[in-house]
């Protein structure tokens, strides 16, 4: 994902291991609320757990303040989950990675959470197996007043990072 001059883009490889599997049946990008969406990488069933709570934590701020949750807000719902089943024994720690990203009254915002709860606000960021190719590209060619289209080609380029 990475954040461009109107906006932030989000794209998502998805591996396909068999012919006989439908693509379209990944899923890997999660709108969270109107403003707000999720990509996951690691262990999809926890990813649709966070993204379930992320999402009644969106209805909620709607429901008692009339008003749509900030990014930054809903992160760190998700972060504090993830970061409780780190300390707990009897408890696993969740084993997806997420970035969450949307616009709102604070303008542009883009994070990452890790399965430890740790987390952090990027302007470009990838996750899952070839991380650090893709972050190579997005330190390289990303710059704070990128266009979309040239969004769109750096998300290509670190696509491809991950064939």
């Known amino acids: 994902a990475c954040k461009y001059n109107n906006g932030i883009i989000f794209g998502t490889y998805k591996k396909v291991n068999s012919k006989l599997l439908i693509p379209d049946s990944i899923e890997k990008i999660f709108p969270v609320d109107d403003h707000i969406v999720a990509v996951s990488a690691g262990l999809v069933g926890d990813a ?10 969106a209805q909620d701020n709607r429901m008692y303040y009339s008003e749509a949750i900030s990014v930054e807000s ?10 409780v089943f780190t300390q707990y024994a009897g408890m696993r720690p969740f084993g997806s990675s997420l970035i969450i990203g949307g616009v709102d009254t604070t303008g ?4 990452e959470t890790e399965p430890s709860g740790a987390l952090a606000e990027y302007n470009a960021v990838a996750i899952g197996k070839n991380r650090d190719k893709a972050m190579g590209i997005f ?25």
């Open 48 to 57: 649709r757990r966070l993204i379930g709570i992320a999402r009644q934590k």
């Open 74 to 83: 809903i992160t760190k719902e998700v972060y504090n989950v993830k970061q």
């Open 108 to 111: 542009k915002r883009l994070f």
């Open 139 to 163: 330190e390289k060619l990303w710059k704070s007043n990128i266009s979309k289209d040239s969004a769109v080609k750096m998300m290509v380029k670190a696509a491809k990072s991950f064939l």
